[in-house]
């Protein structure tokens, strides 16, 4: 079974419009991080979160809001989604925020922007 | 500026003939290094991790991995592949940049295993 679940798996969203990508771990980690993933650039890093707080942006644009309502929990709202926005998003968690704490993936939610 | 570089983007090898993918870093410090892999349609999953003591860390699947402070090398290894080792591999760096701490992935490297 899954440890990291990610909803939607795919979803097809027009130019402009707003979708929220849901993120759900059972591990009981403390860390939960966003990746995004295209054919552009192979893996490139959004945010990471520790206990439900934001501790890393590395996403230029605001258009990218991470939202944590639960400690197992970490969301992402994009806003006037853009073609360029299209790409796989991979939720992330680890025990703890640190090096050497190993990245658990959940199987990714693939967004295209028309 | 800490890197990962994964210089073939592309690897294709026969059923059950050894395999090296290359991996090097840019790192001061000394890093924490991981191994992922990632199957079609799938998110990345761990093969191994290494940080100190024996160069040599055995993961997952028979895959190991050598690590080499001269050479800033961190090559994945495996004796013999399947077809069910097709896949994207990517090297990790993990270390702590003031006071945050940070992975960096590798482009990855395409692994295709033929009959």
Known sequence: ?114 | AQSVTQPDARVTVSEGASLQLRCKYSYSGTPYLFWYVQYPRQGLQLLLKYYSGDPVVQGVNGFEAEFSKSNSSFHLRKASVHWSDSAVYFCVLSHVNTGNYKYVFGAGTRLKVIA
């Open chain 1, 1 to 114: 079974d899954p440890k990291i679940i990610q909803k939607p798996k795919y979803l097809v969203a027009v130019t402009g419009s707003e979708k929220i990508l849901i993120c759900e771990q059972y591990l009981g980690h403390n860390a939960m991080y966003w990746y995004r993933q295209s054919a552009k650039k192979p893996l490139e890093f959004m945010f990471s979160y520790s206990y439900q707080k934001l501790m890393d942006n590395q996403t230029a644009s605001s258009r990218f809001q991470p939202q944590s309502s639960k400690k197992n929990h970490l969301d992402l709202q994009i806003t006037a989604l853009k073609p360029d926005d299209s790409a796989t998003y991979f939720c992330a968690s680890s025990q703890e925020r640190g090096s050497g704490n190993t990245l658990y993936f959940g199987e990714g939610s693939r967004l295209i922007v028309v």
